[in-house]
């Protein structure tokens, strides 16, 4: 049997609907994600245009993954920090396309000179922290009791990696070329 091939790329528009068939089972079946109503596919090509930078894992030609960092808050002072996430198809996990989607995502972020990256998980979620743990990501606070979903309250924990760069900042983040 040959080997799978993977290809990490820029996503676009018209990967809407693909990182939608991924990203629905995480709305409707779980925490991880925050939303309680799937997203539209217009819905998800406003918000792969809108990102600070979107890539998609393809593995043998079909998406199977995505990542994606956008502002941590919409104000001038944190525009050198990015929230980011990562879904994966279900029938996809530890087959390392995570990792490398992440490695490539992260790397992006720190050459476009984004300074801080956040992750917010839903916990208990030992397998999301312990991922971003493997990339240097470090506790950074607990929201209690803040996310209202299937019934019940769960709390967030938000991690934090360092990007790099610890000088004053000449300029923003450099756009998505």
Request: with cysteine; proline share 6%.
């Amino acid at each position: 049997m040959p080997a799978n091939i993977d290809e990490v790329r820029p996503a676009s528009a018209a990967d809407a609907a693909a990182c939608l068939a991924i990203y629905r089972p995480y709305v409707e079946r779980t925490t991880i994600s925050w939303e309680v109503e799937v997203p539209s596919v217009g819905e998800m090509a406003n918000r792969i245009r809108d990102a600070h930078d979107w890539l998609v894992l393809e593995r043998d030609g079909r998406a199977i993954g995505f990542a994606y960092g956008h502002a941590l808050l919409r104000l001038p002072s944190f525009q050198w920090s990015v929230e980011t996430g990562i879904y994966v198809d279900l029938d996809h996990h530890r087959t390392r396309g995570g990792r490398q989607l992440y490695t490539r995502l992260l790397r992006r972020l720190t050459e476009r000179g984004y300074r801080r990256a956040f992750a917010g998980i839903t916990q208990p979620n030992e397998a999301s922290t312990s991922f971003h743990r493997s990339f240097g990501f470090q506790d950074a606070g607990l929201y209690r009791r803040v996310e209202w979903k299937h019934g019940r309250w769960h709390d967030v924990a938000w991690m934090q990696l360092d990007l790099g760069g610890t000088a004053d900042p000449d300029e923003p983040p450099s756009p998505i070329v």
